[in-house]
């Protein structure tokens, strides 16, 4: 009760930030009737606009329940002022429910811009069935677009995902059933590159004869092949594994971070060999209101995790501080951004050194709100999107997806500012 009292304290305080932020609606549900949206993803491209996705839930369920589109938003200046809503043919489900349709949706979005090149990328579970019914012969697929104009026009989707579970058949998490990439944003290396190409990461959830489990991919040739992070015998989540994210460290070793009651399990991958992704998984750590760390009060929720240079203002100290995004609660509600300092790298050592020391930057929403996302914009601060019940509870199937954006500073209640890598 005392835990509980000081939180709704502090909400009164990052409310108060909050209300500097700018608050628009890029993709509104306003009744129960209308078609919802869900499942918001953030993009910047390297000339700096930005590209918001979300599900266009037509079925008013998870992806593989029926037709599903895909609809994207585009900022020309930094999210001062949005395009109208785009709905692109190549991201159009048919509906066609039949076995093997890949074209019968397409959810759960994914997106990454190229920093040094105009070429964007959108990843998406697509057909059916849905992933809790899949078989290794019968499962979801996973599709991928191309844009080489800054996210303006895209080309037709590709099914990538036979080459992941062919990999996994010989693990001893697999066969598996279905699996699918963690909607949000998909992590470019500033550290590792082929040629002109920087690394991708991303995490998966799997479900197979071991449950649910994660894994973490990587690519080094923008998306067209993908690798497992330390090779298929490594599960960095193995309990209680759900949607995860994955940051790079300041080290260039690879942090997930995946949803769990309560909080966020963690869990880093140190290189042997960064070029080769060899290496090992430590053993996961769980963070939550117990150990002083990322506490979602009954609920388990997809969020964003961000890494940031930073200057603390009291001694000019240059650091990082980790940014993680969650519903506070209770349930999927106050959805708001923690942030943790790495001073130095003992503070990111390990996950049990993660797990602990998290801060209450902003509360986003005081309303019913769930899975988020974050990225760091050419013009030096925080695009935050995530869902809300704006206009209407839940029981249409979606939520209003809502963008903000913070400053550093609003974040950290001016503790630290952003600098240059």
Same mark, same amino acid.
């Given at each position: 009760?005392?835990?509980?009292?000081?939180?709704?304290?502090?909400?009164?305080?990052?409310?108060?930030?909050?209300?500097?932020?700018?608050?628009?609606?890029?993709?509104?549900?306003?009744?129960?009737?209308?078609?919802?949206?869900?499942?918001?993803?953030?993009?910047?491209?390297?000339?700096?606009?930005?590209?918001?996705?979300?599900?266009?839930?037509?079925?008013?369920?998870?992806?593989?329940?029926?037709?599903?589109?895909?609809?994207?938003?585009?900022?020309?200046?930094? /999210?001062?002022?949005? *395009?109208?809503?785009?709905?692109?043919?190549?991201?159009?489900?048919?509906?066609?429910?039949?076995?093997?349709?890949?074209?019968?949706?397409? /959810?759960?979005?994914?997106?990454?811009?190229?920093?040094?090149?105009?070429?964007?990328?959108?990843?998406?579970?697509?057909?059916?069935?849905?992933?809790?019914?899949?078989?290794?012969?019968?499962?979801?697929?996973?599709?991928?677009?191309?844009?080489?104009?800054?996210?303006?026009?895209?080309?037709?989707?590709?099914?990538?995902?036979?080459?992941?579970?062919?990999?996994?058949?010989?693990?001893?998490?697999?066969?598996?059933?279905?699996?699918?990439?963690?909607?949000?944003?998909?992590?470019?290396?500033?550290?590792?590159?082929?040629?002109?190409?920087?690394?991708?990461?991303?995490?998966?959830?799997?479900?197979?004869?071991?449950?649910?489990?994660?894994?973490?991919?990587?690519?080094?040739?923008?998306?067209?092949?993908?690798?497992? *992070?330390?090779?298929?015998?490594?599960?960095?989540?193995?309990?209680?594994?759900?949607?995860?994210?994955?940051?790079?460290?300041?080290?260039?070793?690879?942090?997930?971070?995946?949803?769990?009651?309560?909080?966020?399990?963690?869990?880093?991958?140190?290189?042997?060999?960064?070029?080769?992704?060899?290496?090992?998984?430590?053993?996961?750590?769980?963070?939550?209101?117990?150990?002083?760390?990322?506490?979602?009060?009954?609920?388990?929720?997809? /969020?964003?995790?961000?890494?940031?240079?930073?200057?603390?203002?009291?001694?000019?100290?240059?650091?990082?501080?980790?940014?993680?995004?969650?519903?506070?609660?209770?349930?999927?509600?106050?959805?708001?951004?923690?942030?943790?300092?790495?001073?130095?790298?003992?503070?990111?050592?390990?996950?049990?050194?993660?797990?602990?020391?998290?801060?209450?930057?902003?509360?986003?929403?005081?309303?019913?709100?769930?899975?988020?996302?974050?990225?760091?914009?050419?013009?030096?601060?925080?695009?935050?999107?995530?869902?809300?019940?704006?206009?209407?509870?839940?029981?249409?199937?979606?939520?209003?997806?809502?963008?903000?954006?913070?400053?550093?500073?609003?974040?950290?209640? /001016?503790?630290?500012?952003?600098?240059?890598?």
């Amino acid at each position: 009760m005392k835990t509980r009292i000081l939180l709704a304290m502090t909400f009164i305080m990052v409310a108060a930030d909050a209300l500097f932020a700018q608050n628009t609606e890029l993709f509104p549900t306003l009744t129960v009737k209308d078609i919802p949206y869900r499942i918001p993803a953030l993009g910047v491209a390297s000339n700096g606009d930005l590209v918001a996705v979300a599900d266009y839930r037509y079925s008013r369920e998870d992806i593989g329940s029926g037709r599903i589109d895909l609809h994207l938003r585009r900022s020309l200046d930094n /999210g001062l002022t949005w *395009l109208d809503i785009e709905r692109n043919e190549v991201m159009r489900g048919d509906g066609v429910m039949v076995p093997g349709n890949q074209k019968a949706g397409y /959810g759960d979005p994914s997106i990454v811009g190229d920093r040094n090149s105009p070429r964007m990328m959108i990843i998406s579970c697509s057909g059916m069935p849905q992933s809790q019914d899949g078989t290794r012969e019968q499962h979801q697929g996973t599709a991928r677009w191309y844009s080489d104009d800054y996210g303006r026009t895209w080309g037709e989707p590709v099914n990538i995902g036979d080459a992941i579970y062919e990999q996994l058949d010989k693990s001893p998490y697999g066969p598996i059933t279905s699996m699918f990439v963690a909607s949000g944003k998909i992590l470019q290396s500033r550290k590792v590159h082929k040629g002109k190409n920087y690394r991708l990461y991303c995490a998966i959830l799997t479900f197979g004869p071991k449950g649910m489990n994660n894994f973490v991919l990587f690519s080094d040739d923008f998306g067209e092949k993908w690798q497992f *992070l330390g090779g298929v015998n490594q599960c960095p989540i193995n309990d209680r594994a759900d949607e995860a994210k994955v940051v790079e460290l300041p080290n260039g070793n690879i942090l997930i971070s995946s949803r769990c009651w309560g909080g966020r399990n963690f869990n880093i991958f140190t290189f042997s060999d960064i070029k080769k992704g060899e290496g090992r998984w430590a053993t996961q750590a769980r963070s939550t209101e117990v150990n002083q760390g990322v506490a979602s009060n009954g609920n388990d929720c997809n /969020g964003e995790i961000l890494l940031v240079p930073v200057v603390r203002k009291n001694d000019n100290k240059k650091t990082f501080i980790l940014l993680q995004s969650v519903p506070f609660g209770p349930g999927r509600s106050h959805v708001g951004i923690y942030y943790k300092e790495l001073e130095s790298e003992a503070n990111y050592a390990t996950p049990r050194a993660i797990v602990f020391g998290w801060n209450i930057g902003v509360e986003a929403t005081q309303l019913g709100s769930a899975y988020s996302t974050m990225i760091m914009q050419k013009n030096n601060t925080v695009g935050f999107l995530f869902e809300e019940e704006t206009h209407c509870g839940t029981q249409g199937g979606g939520y209003t997806i809502i963008y903000q954006n913070y400053t550093i500073e609003q974040l950290t209640h /001016g503790q630290y500012s952003l600098r240059k890598w």
